[in-house]
């Protein structure tokens, strides 16, 4: 079961499932390593604010607005 | 073979790994700022001499692959295929090898003469990676090095691929990337018919215009709109973007992202020899989890900005004091001088109170401009102020802000013209404008000498409060003009947060020097320029006609204040002497202070606190309430020409600073206005 990447625990690795965004903002994440298909782990997951993730070997913090609408599936 | 004398090498990379670093390793003081032609985006270039060979560096936007959506982000391309460099070099932080391959298979791509320098080769083997840099080099068929970016150790086997890179007959490297059946067969419909319909173009640019094409890439799209086939073209690529999308369900871009990371992936299983963490990222690890903590990052932050403004402001002022004391003896000096000299006494005025007036309100600025950007440089340096980004961005997210925005804002309350310049940190132009229009309304520091002079006339018992509130409302207001901005001016805006948080390193001193340096020289250059000109004006007004007393009523400058007097009449300060004030603090804020105490014809004002006279004359002249409305217009009205001028040299057009200038203004009566007529009505006044 996909879930959204805010859903997720600290710790966690996730593959990504979808990523719903617009154009822009798709190619600034795909540049970072953050696509369907992308191995991921949670780093940093508080009730609000903005996620930190692993991506590849470096820690990239994402909206938590954004991250609302990226989906994937614990590894 | 042809041997050049000169090269031209474009260093290419990721943000943070390094790349500012080595160009200033290689190039050291030799260095050059502009903009790119026609953007804002800033141009560095240097030479240095290796060998007997002039080499020319130029330093390439940060950025994490090719693919421009903006016209800001072709310009790595643009370079290397306009300008032909000799070399291209790509910086690569070995600690995240994959990651920085998603940009080489690209420069590979577009048949950029590509050589490696692996940065951070002995971190990466501290933590968890061993790269095989021969398998890499033969992989790629690229040349790999290893580069130490902070000192010339391996600079000998650099030059050396350099060379041989520069030199070498064919150029362009193979790379053994494919996209798999699909996407090669739609790629060959769209080569084939650029063959067809194009001449003169190599099979390189043809591969790459093809890839480009169906990525949605603004400079493909811009060079083919003005082809007689584009419309023909356009359909086509359409036609293979839905067919792809069709095949596969995706949309292009992930497709094609999807083939690159598998290309790497597969190259990095080869290359990277993986062993366990060792224990020195552990220590960052628990920092980083302090200051990134929901409820203590906040707090710690509070003490960093805290300590900065305190370092800043203590360190700055003795120096300050001493560039006005050096400034008043070369305004003494002169004045003597051009008296033996019977020179005449407008002369005589235009140099002292003109020139060396104007340029000295300037220059005192400088060192508040220097540390606080050698401070807060030591600080994005070492990795933290991404973290303050990442703490902010909640309550920023809020106000409408990307969490960026937060550090031009608070170095605001130092001064504006940094924080405006800091502005640069932001991703997306229409973020940046945002936050340079409401940077203005956090209070600076040249503002507190009127504050203190005012509060200390007419709230002597409240003063501290009355100074606190208006810092604060100068906050509310930049919240809400940041909103109105947003819902009304900027409605596309939003770019979603994110941002990289880079491993903490030591800064890199030398290129902390060279940085601030820039910075304080481009403060001393653009705005020292404009500002002379405008002082220069504001001397004549105040000496015209004539014969005048400098400032007087009878000057031009009296006769405009009298004249614009009248439309602070409803804020309760129609004098013509604060009128007169308002419009020289257009120069700088704090010049208010010292233009009432001519007036006033009260010498001995420099200190707001002792002037118990000129106090005096104020309190003839205002009530408590004109007072403090006058405080809140002196908050929030036009800001100082430095500023203007800095906004001017940011967005690269008159209109925005005349924009502000406008806004703020009409901003500050609207508030002055309200505090002053409702007082009025709770009879306060």
């Not at chain 2, 260095?31 to 240095?48: D, M």
């Not at chain 2, 053994?176 to 063959?195: A, H, S, V």
């Not at chain 2, 960052?284 to 900065?308: E, M, Q, R, S």
């Not at chain 2, 001017?648 to 901003?667: C, D, H, I, Q």
Request: proline share 3%.
């Amino acid at each position: 079961m996909k879930q959204a990447l805010i859903t997720f625990r600290e710790g966690d690795k996730v593959k990504i499932e979808c990523v719903h965004c617009g154009k822009n903002f798709r190619k600034r994440l795909i540049d970072l390593g953050l696509f369907d298909g992308a191995e991921i782990e949670i780093i940093k997951n508080d009730k609000y604010g903005p996620l930190i993730l692993k991506i590849f070997n470096s820690q990239i913090a994402l909206g938590r607005g954004q991250a609302a609408k990226i989906y994937g599936n614990k590894i | 073979m042809e041997i050049k004398s000169n090269l031209i090498i474009g260093l290419a990379g990721n943000p943070n790994v390094g790349k500012s670093t080595l160009f200033n390793t290689l190039t050291g003081a030799h260095q050059h700022v502009g903009n790119w032609p026609g953007k804002t985006v800033e141009k560095k270039h240097g030479e240095f001499t290796y060998l007997d060979k002039k080499i020319k560096v130029v330093d390439l936007p940060g950025s994490y692959s090719l693919t421009a959506y903006t016209e800001e982000e072709t310009i790595t391309a643009d370079f290397i295929l306009e300008e032909k460099p000799d070399v291209v070099v790509q910086i690569i932080d070995a600690q995240n090898l994959e990651r920085n391959l998603f940009l080489t298979i690209q420069l590979i791509e577009l048949g950029a003469p590509l050589v490696i320098a692996l940065n951070m080769v002995d971190l990466a083997i501290n933590t968890d990676q061993k790269i095989n840099i021969k398998a890499l080099s033969e992989l790629l068929c690229v040349p790999v090095v290893e580069m130490d970016a902070r000192s010339k150790k391996h600079l000998g086997s650099f030059m050396k691929a350099v060379f041989e890179k520069a030199f070498s007959d064919k150029k362009a490297d193979k790379i053994k990337l494919t996209y798999g059946t699909d996407i090669n067969d739609e790629l060959g419909k769209i080569r084939q018919f650029l063959r067809e319909k194009e001449n003169n173009v190599t099979e390189e640019e043809i591969n790459w215009t093809a890839i480009k094409l169906l990525e949605g890439d603004y400079r493909a799209e811009q060079k083919a709109s003005n082809k007689a086939h584009y419309s023909e073209l356009k359909l086509l690529v359409k036609r293979s973007i839905a067919r792809l999308h069709k095949i596969c369900n995706k949309d292009i871009n992930t497709i094609l992202a999807r083939a690159r990371y598998g290309f790497i992936k597969g190259l990095s299983e080869d290359v990277i020899g993986r062993h366990t963490i060792s224990g020195h990222k552990k220590l960052a690890d628990k920092f980083d989890h302090i200051v990134t903590n929901k409820y203590l990052g906040i707090p710690f932050f509070a003490i960093v900005a805290w300590v900065l403004f305190q370092t800043t402001f203590k360190l700055s002022k003795p120096l300050m004091g001493w560039i006005e004391l050096l400034f008043e003896f070369l305004g003494a000096n002169l004045t003597s001088l051009m008296a033996t000299w019977n020179a005449p006494t407008w002369v005589s005025s235009l140099l002292v109170d003109g020139v060396i007036g104007g340029v000295g309100g300037v220059l005192v600025f400088v060192p508040i401009i220097g540390i606080l950007f050698l401070l807060m440089a030591l600080l994005e340096d070492s990795g933290y102020m991404a973290r303050v980004a990442y703490v902010m961005d909640k309550f920023m997210h809020r106000i409408g802000l990307h969490g960026k925005a937060f550090i031009p804002l608070i170095l605001g309350f130092g001064c504006n013209v940094p924080g405006i310049m800091a502005t640069r940190t932001l991703p997306t132009k229409k973020d940046r404008l945002l936050t340079i229009l409401i940077n203005p309304f956090m209070s600076c520091g040249a503002r507190l000498p009127v504050y203190i002079l005012f509060a200390g006339a007419f709230f002597s018992a409240y003063q501290g409060w009355v100074i606190f509130s208006l810092y604060f409302l100068g906050i509310i207001v930049a919240i809400v003009m940041g909103f109105l901005f947003k819902k009304f001016l900027f409605k596309k805006l939003s770019s979603p947060f994110v941002i990289e948080l880079p491993p903490y390193r030591w800064p890199a001193i030398k290129g902390v020097l060279i940085h601030v340096w820039e910075r304080v020289w481009i403060f001393i250059k653009k705005a020292g320029t404009i500002i002379l000109a405008f002082s220069i004006i504001i001397w004549l007004l105040a000496s015209a006609p004539f014969g005048v007393d400098y400032g007087s009523q009878d000057s031009l400058a009296g006769s405009i204040g009298q004249t614009i007097s009248p439309v602070f009449r409803p804020l309760g300060f129609d004098n013509w002497q604060s009128s007169v004030a308002l419009m020289f603090g257009f120069v700088a804020k704090e010049v208010i202070v010292s233009t009432f105490g001519t007036l006033y014809g009260i010498d001995d004002v420099e200190d707001g606190e002792g002037g118990t006279s000129l106090s005096n004359a104020l309190q003839d002249n205002f009530t408590p309430l004109a007072a403090y409305a006058f405080m809140i217009f002196v908050l929030l009205y036009a800001p100082c020409l430095a500023v203007l001028a800095v906004v001017k040299r940011e967005t690269n057009s008159w209109k925005w600073p005349l924009f502000m200038v406008g806004y703020t203004t009409a901003v500050a009566w609207i508030f002055a206005f309200i505090v002053y007529q409702g007082g009025n009505l709770l009879n306060f006044g």
